[in-house]
Nanobody, 128 residues
């Protein structure tokens, strides 16, 4: 049971990137997924969370940190069992390693108290 991330890379300020989080060994749709980031020398911070889907028509409620609200968007592909973090209008201060994570509890709603299963992390660098 693990989370597998993809996406990330180098982008200029004002640009966009999309990160993906897929699960190996469990149906991702039924778990709340948090997105975190950790910049060099800083603590890891929760930037977004999407609650578990409780039916085929609901992808789950979302929450965002103030630092990314209005610029980042989290969503689910209910067919592919993937969670995306769409990042727009990126700033140099967004440079960090980004992680997705879950507590592994079915039908969880955001925010979650703890996260037990983590993706491998992807580097996002915003620079001219």
């Amino acid at each position: 049971v693990k989370l597998v991330q993809s996406g990330g890379g180098l982008v200029q300020p004002g640009g966009s990137l999309r990160l993906s989080c897929a699960a190996s060994g469990f149906p991702l749709n039924y778990y709340a997924i948090g997105w975190f980031r950790q910049a060099p020398g800083k603590e890891r911070e929760l930037i977004s969370c999407i609650s578990a889907s409780d039916n085929e028509k609901s992808v789950g409620d979302t929450i965002y940190a103030d630092s990314v609200k209005g610029r980042f968007s989290v969503s689910r592909d209910m067919v592919k069992y993937i969670v995306y973090l769409q990042m727009s209008n990126l700033e140099p201060t967004d440079t960090a390693v980004y992680y997705c994570a879950t507590d592994g509890l079915v039908y969880g709603t955001c925010p979650r108290a703890e996260y037990e299963i983590w993706g491998q992390g992807v580097q996002v660098t915003v620079s001219p």
